[in-house]
């Protein structure tokens, strides 16, 4: 997802509850329609796993979501259970409100002191700093200050008060985290700011799977982290690649607008069709302005982002949302290796350079914009 310029420079900096159906759609099949699919070291010292038509699969709640991984390979047990022990880990270093996580520790020493960390979550945050400058703070972790005032996904969802907002307003700033890599510490120069990796840790997450299975020798397998698609080598019924679904932003579970071929790729999707907040008639959806403390009211009903890594392609579906559609092209066009479809609340599909060629069109009420 990095400037183009910057490739090489910037890649070194990636290392290493209620179930709903998965917002993408894959399939092993020759048929052209998409289908709905809902810390241990690995030695690999053997020769090419054989793949198979039909996988190991497993899933769980897990990120507040349906989280899913299939392995094209027989005998695979062990790494299925590491993966599903990676993301457990994962998820308490990263919970916002989990006593104790890392993301709870910094939020409460906020303007005190720095809070030494997981290698992680060091890592972590990096990258979505990263993200933030790359994105010119359109995507900004800080924003929790004013989340954690709507709530929206939650219970206690609510609208805030214009003055909380202004309050929130005040504590956004990805400038003032401060990140001390010698001593693996990270610190909130203000007291009342919160930073939120919910924009960004799936996709971080997504990564650490894809490298313990290649690290056991699999190289044909799905993770769908609730949106978050990662497809590993290709389809064993089609050498063209895995069939992945982009998203109906109208319908919550399964519809897809269109599909494309990929292989060894991260897909991911920000919408309005999952969470959001009603109040006086009003719908308001959970992907937040951070300039105004409001979810943003835009053209754009759905972004899905392809990218080479999980990480990369998480954090930039949320800012892509926030750019528009227009802004929102050039913006992917000077980024290496990353495609995006953008759907406007009229039914029509913007596709980057990339994919205009691969995108083929499944649902006669939405049109492709040459």
């Given at each position: 997802m990095l400037k183009k310029e910057k490739v090489q420079k910037l890649s070194l900096l990636l290392m290493s509850t209620l179930l709903f159906v998965p917002t993408f759609a894959i399939q092993a099949e020759e048929s052209t329609e998409a289908e709905v699919v809902t810390g241990a070291s690995i030695k690999n010292d053997q020769l090419p796993l054989k793949v198979v038509k039909t996988p190991l699969s497993r899933t769980e709640s897990l990120l507040h979501t349906a989280v899913q991984i299939q392995i094209y390979h027989e005998n695979q047990e062990e790494v299925m259970d590491l993966a599903f022990d990676y993301i457990e880990r994962m998820e308490k270093l990263f919970s916002t409100n989990l006593e104790g996580s890392d993301v709870?520790?910094?939020?409460?020493?906020?303007?005190?002191?720095?809070?030494?960390?997981?290698?992680?979550?060091?890592?972590?945050i990096q990258k979505a700093l990263e993200v933030s400058e790359l994105s010119k703070g359109k995507f900004d972790i800080t924003i929790g200050a004013v989340t954690n005032l709507w709530r929206i996904?939650?219970?206690?969802?609510?609208?805030?008060?214009?003055?909380?907002?202004?309050?929130?307003?005040?504590?956004?700033?990805?400038?003032?985290?401060?990140?001390?890599?010698?001593?693996?510490?990270?610190?909130?120069?203000?007291?009342?700011?919160?930073?939120?990796?919910?924009?960004?840790?799936?996709?971080?997450?997504?990564?650490?799977i894809v490298k313990y299975l290649k690290a056991a020798g699999v190289n044909t397998a799905i993770v769908n982290l609730g949106g978050n698609v990662i497809v590993m080598g290709t389809s064993p019924s089609n050498e063209e690649g895995w069939n992945v679904g982009v998203q109906d932003p109208d319908e919550v579970r399964g519809a897809v607008v269109g599909t494309v071929r990929k292989k060894d790729y991260a897909v991911i999707t920000s919408g309005v069709y999952e969470r959001y907040l009603e109040v006086d008639g009003v719908r308001y959806h959970d992907i937040l302005d951070p300039k105004t403390g409001y979810p943003l009211d835009n053209e754009i009903s759905g972004v899905t982002v392809f990218a080479p890594e999980s990480v990369d392609g998480d954090g930039l579906s949320t800012s892509l949302f926030l750019f528009g559609i227009e802004e929102g092209i050039e913006f992917v066009e000077s980024l290496e290796g990353v495609e995006a479809a953008f759907i406007d609340k009229g039914h029509h599909v913007y596709l980057t350079s990339g994919l205009k060629d691969k995108f083929k069109l499944t649902n006669e009420e939405y049109k492709v914009v040459e």
């Open positions: 709870y520790r910094i939020n409460h020493a906020a303007g005190k002191e720095a809070v030494k960390v997981a290698p992680e979550t060091f890592e972590l996904g939650d219970e206690a969802a609510r609208k805030p008060e214009q003055s909380e907002i202004d309050a929130g307003l005040k504590k956004i700033d990805y400038h003032k985290v401060i990140l001390d890599e010698k001593n693996q510490t990270v610190k909130l120069a203000e007291e009342g700011m919160v930073i939120e990796l919910g924009g960004i840790s799936k996709g971080y997450i997504g990564s650490g």
